[in-house]
């Protein structure tokens, strides 16, 4: 296949990145800063170029020959600087739902190519019509635990609209919802995918490793399960 990764520098977009090659696909790359990529990458069947995420015809000018774009798109870097990621977060919150705009927007010129946001795990169920993206109570407790500050409590709810923006859509969409608590750690190709609610582990726990993040989102590439749909994912 063919897949774009937008944000293919960052945390998850790298190891989307990875996963994609090493599986034999060929990978368009984008990021803010592709041509210093281009000269550090030395794998085969990856191509890098800069797009614009909030400009619908740049991402429409990138689309031709793709089967499936994939946006981990986030303001900054947050593999490079976190804290940068989480300021710039707050400060423009809307930027999520905006983004999912501009990439609808150019996909209609390509309605057959897919797309996959990945996005946040706030607009997730934690009950049946419970969610916690619209409470700030259980916002805050959740952000208290996850060590973030409560004005984030505004990405989160971004995140949440850019679902909205995509569920009113007829393009070919999915969402990722990761779990809850998503950090870098080891792929073992071993979980469970759920649809508005999160995958709670024996603990009563939402977790995944990015590793494993990575492995759904092209299992979701090359297997469709999830279109117009949102999904989660947990151990």
């Not at 990021?31 to 015809?57: K, M």
């Not at 809850?180 to 726990?205: H, K, Y």
């Amino acid at each position: 296949m063919h897949i774009g990764v937008i944000g293919a520098t960052g945390t998850i977009g790298s190891r989307v990145v990875a996963e994609a090659l090493e599986r034999g696909h060929h990978v368009r790359a984008f990021s803010r800063d592709a041509a210093q990529a281009g000269r550090e990458e030395r794998r085969d069947n990856i191509t890098w170029t800069s797009v614009d995420v909030l400009d619908p015809e740049g991402i429409a000018g990138v689309l031709p020959g793709l089967d499936v774009l994939i946006s981990g798109f986030q303001p900054g870097n947050a593999a490079r600087d976190f804290a940068d990621t989480v300021r710039r977060s707050i400060a423009d919150p809307a930027v999520y739902a905006t983004a999912a705009r501009a990439l609808l927007k150019a996909l209609e010129s390509h309605p057959r190519t897919r797309l996959i946001v990945i996005g946040g795990a706030g607009s997730l169920e934690i009950e049946p019509g419970v969610v916690r993206a619209d409470s700030d109570e259980l916002l805050h407790a959740a952000l208290d635990g996850l060590g973030l500050p409560r004005e984030y409590a505004a990405a989160v709810r971004g995140h949440r609209d850019a679902l909205n923006v995509l569920r009113t859509s007829n393009r070919l969409w999915t969402y990722l919802s990761p779990a809850e608590e998503i950090a870098p750690g080891e792929r073992t190709g071993r979980f469970r995918t759920g649809g508005d609610q999160p995958v709670l582990d024996a603990d009563g726990r939402s977790r995944i490793s990015v590793e494993d993040t990575a492995v759904a989102l092209i299992d979701e590439a090359e297997l469709p399960r999830f279109v117009q749909r949102r999904f989660t994912i947990g151990y």
